[in-house]
């Protein structure tokens, strides 16, 4: 089984993928692979360096993900740029991982991928899509919460990814983790996990 987890920013996937985690899944986390190759030593680094100067690099050598992030907002173009030169490596990361996995013999493959919706190509490559929604006003307070970002910050990464709306439709099923404890949340991604293996 193939399963795809996504959802806005602060809704909660993260610890979702974590208690498939508990229950035996194989994870392959799009954004952890995605920093990885932007850290210090990472894959892109030089291409990045070359795209876009050493201004956008920090003193150990890693993306600075702030000036990125205001970069991107002032220039919609440098979005692309930098998803040209990330998403090829990231795309290349999940396979090899994924095929370590069925190697492996794994019942189910999460593929955590924030921005599933929006990368068209993904959804035939997956047997089943889940995901993780909650309300604007949930995400806002989570992430000025753990980030530290203004409610303006938020806003503008909220604008920059697929609509709540966009997101359900594509959808075989959905859990809302809005207001329900991590106890009941749990207890939601068990009776999920049953319906793929696990």
Known sequence: ???????????????????????????????????????S??????????????ALITVDGAL???????LIFSDPSAK????????????????????QAQVAGARCIVFDIPLLVESKHWRTQLDRVMVIDCTEATQI????????????????????QASRTQRLACADCVLFNDGIS?????????????QFGL
């Open 141 to 160: 307070a989570r992430v000025r919460a753990r980030n530290g970002l203004s409610t303006q910050e938020v806003d503008k990464i909220l604008a920059a």
């Open 182 to 194: 991590m106890d009941d949340l749990r207890q939601q991604v068990q009776q999920i996990g049953t």
């Open 1 to 39: 089984m193939r399963l795809g987890l996504t959802g806005g920013i602060g809704s909660g996937k993260s610890t979702v993928s974590g208690f498939l985690e508990q229950m035996g899944a194989v994870i392959i986390d799009a954004d952890a692979i995605s920093r990885a190759t932007t850290a």
């Open 41 to 54: 030593g990472g894959s892109a680094i030089e291409s990045l360096k070359a795209a876009f100067g050493l």
């Open 64 to 70: 600075d993900r702030a000036q990125m992030r205001d």
């Open 80 to 99: 692309a740029r930098l998803e040209a030169i990330v998403h090829p490596l990231v795309g290349q990361a999940i396979a090899q991982q994924a095929m």
